[in-house]
């Protein structure tokens, strides 16, 4: 079936530097692309979508690229910071009659050292 | 405005034994979902709801059955709990069709021995 996975499992960061935390995907069809992060002991948070018809988003010192030819997304992560730490999850949205239904990478830990 | 919550929080079952988790969201949102987590791994969509009434399956509905009998509660009941359903379930919602941005409950961490 269609997945979503990741490159990394845990990437350790220095305060202050950038983060950037990949993933790989194989749903052509999905309209959209999504990071979350999830914090020890929570539930997933919402941080940035991009949508498939775009290459590159920019929020909140985050910035997800998309490059559809190598099936291929990025989250960057500006002046990492100690509340940066936690998994961050890449998810899609299935496209077509599944565009309600998230499926969800493995995760990736970002660890950020003092 | 409390967003989604998931309540037990924390729940021990024997095998062959059933429950329901609840799950209430006072946003108003039209899409509710139930995923699990296990450790090390991405969350896996067992059954959603795209409205008051409806349902559908997910990724791993197998054991599960679900109910959404009002628009602001969405129910996940396990007949005959077995080990493999030990997990950590997320329930979440969101506003509509193709809207990315589901909240997430702080999840029920369930152990059947």
């Known amino acids: 079936g269609e997945s979503v996975g990741l490159h990394l499992p845990t990437l350790s960061v220095q305060e202050g530097d950038n983060s950037i935390i990949n993933c790989a995907y194989s749903?052509?069809?999905?309209?959209?692309f999504i990071w979350y992060k999830q914090e020890s002991g929570k539930g997933p948070q919402f941080i940035i979508d991009?949508?498939?018809?775009?290459d590159k988003r920019q929020g909140q010192r985050v910035t997800v690229l998309l490059n559809k030819t190598v099936k291929h997304l990025s989250l960057q992560i500006a002046a990492t910071q100690p509340g940066d730490s936690a998994v961050y999850f890449c998810?899609?949205?299935?496209?077509?009659?599944?565009?309600?239904?998230?499926?969800f990478g493995g995760g990736t830990r970002v660890l950020v050292k003092p | 405005n409390a967003g989604v919550t998931q309540t037990p929080k924390f729940r021990v079952l024997k095998t062959g034994q059933s429950m329901t988790l609840l799950c209430a969201q006072d946003?108003?949102?039209?899409?509710m979902y139930w995923y699990r987590q296990d450790p090390g791994m991405g969350l896996r969509l067992i059954h959603y709801?795209?409205?008051?009434?409806?349902?559908a399956k997910g990724e791993v509905p197998d054991g599960y059955n679900v109910s959404r009998l009002k628009k602001q509660n969405f129910l996940l009941g396990l007949e005959s709990a077995a080990p493999s359903q030990t997990s950590v379930y997320f329930c979440?919602?969101?506003?509509?069709?193709?809207?990315?941005?589901?909240?997430f409950g702080q999840g029920t961490r369930l152990t059947v021995v």
């Open positions: 979440a919602s969101s506003y509509g069709w193709g809207n990315t941005e589901a909240f």
């Open positions: 998810a899609e949205n299935g496209g077509g009659a599944a565009v309600n239904k998230l499926t």
């Open positions: 946003m108003n949102h039209e899409y």
């Open positions: 749903n052509s069809a999905s309209d959209y």
């Open positions: 991009i949508r498939s018809n775009m």
């Open positions: 709801s795209v409205g008051e009434g409806t349902t």
